[in-house]
């Protein structure tokens, strides 16, 4: 809608009148200060990322620091702990008198796939030949801190087709107990 509106000295000025709400012309100045916030922060946040990315800090270097001296995947104390709590499991939970009578195959999968700043862990996996002659694969870790009261390491397994913890704790073919 025009308007014309009289200026002194006997102008007059064709005008176009705003038929925006007042409260709307208001809010105006808010919205633009709002955009251009976001697209600040659009442009700012790979910034902060890629910093965020270069402070990491080692696991070896807090404050209470872990020292990542874990054994290794072929290690017999590993081995030995792995079959001790595969047995107690399956005598305790399944009411199943089976161990683990070998391994074979022992290989790292992993060592800490998750980065430096994580807790320090070893992912291995190996074929075991259980008590009944079945041959399983059995995928386990070995981290720090998981031992009694988190003063030493501890492992963590899961034995294919032996998952029976409330309905595969580990996932189907023991996929969680793998990086």
């Known amino acids: 809608m025009r308007e014309l509106d009289w200026r002194p000295g006997g102008a007059i000025v064709s005008r176009m009148q705003d038929s925006t709400p007042a409260e709307a012309r208001a809010m105006r100045p808010i919205l633009h200060s709002l955009a251009l916030g ?3 922060l659009s442009v ?3 910034a902060l990322a890629r910093s965020a990315r270069e402070d990491i800090e080692p696991a070896e270097e807090r404050i209470f620091p872990f020292d990542a001296q874990i054994p290794g995947c072929q290690d017999p104390s590993v081995l030995e702990r792995v079959s001790t709590n595969f047995a107690e499991k399956e005598a305790k939970y399944w009411n199943s008198s089976m161990t ?3 391994f074979d195959t022992i290989e790292r999968t992993a060592w800490r796939p ?3 700043d994580t807790y ?3 992912f291995c996996s190996a074929t ?3 008590s009944d002659g079945v041959r399983r694969k059995v995928d386990y870790s070995v981290r720090e801190s998981l031992g009694i009261i988190g003063a030493t390491w501890g492992v963590e397994f899961c034995v294919h087709g032996l998952d029976r913890d409330l309905a595969y704790a580990y996932a189907t073919a023991c996929r969680m107990a793998r990086p």
Do not use: D, E
Request: net charge positive.
């Open 120 to 122: 320090p862990r070893r």
């Open 114 to 116: 998750w980065g430096l």
């Open 44 to 46: 700012a946040q790979p």
């Open 38 to 40: 976001l697209a600040l």
């Open 128 to 130: 075991v030949t259980t």
């Open 100 to 102: 683990i009578r070998s």
